[in-house]
């Protein structure tokens, strides 16, 4: 029903929203900041360097640790909802 898939969607976002301050509190706050800008508000590779000074790798090797982070800490948050 439409209930029910509205009620699956908003505990998906809810669950990735705790996810993702779980993980930002483990995380150097410059990392988090690149991968904010980069994959949470899809900023180009360009203007996070710019914006940032940092380095093209930098924000990639952000988005590939942190990214992985998320992946592990949901699995966690998910197997104890379970």
Same mark, same amino acid.
């Given at each position: 029903?439409? =209930? *029910? &898939?509205?009620?699956?969607?908003? +505990? &998906?976002?809810? =669950?990735?929203?705790? $996810?993702?301050?779980?993980? /930002?509190?483990?995380?150097?706050? /410059? @990392? #988090? &900041?690149? #991968?904010?800008?980069?994959?949470? /508000? *899809? +900023?180009?590779?360009?203007? %996070? $360097?710019?914006? =940032?000074? %940092?380095?093209?790798? @930098? ?11 998320? *992946?592990? *800490?949901?699995? /966690? ?6």
């Amino acid at each position: 029903s439409e =209930l *029910e &898939q509205t009620w699956d969607e908003e +505990w &998906q976002r809810n =669950l990735m929203d705790a $996810t993702i301050a779980n993980v /930002k509190r483990q995380v150097d706050p /410059k @990392q #988090f &900041q690149i #991968f904010n800008f980069y994959v949470l /508000k *899809e +900023w180009s590779v360009s203007d %996070v $360097t710019r914006t =940032l000074g %940092v380095n093209a790798t @930098q924000v990639y090797l952000a988005k590939h640790r942190i990214s992985r982070m998320i *992946e592990k *800490e949901l699995r /966690k948050l998910e197997r104890t909802m379970i």
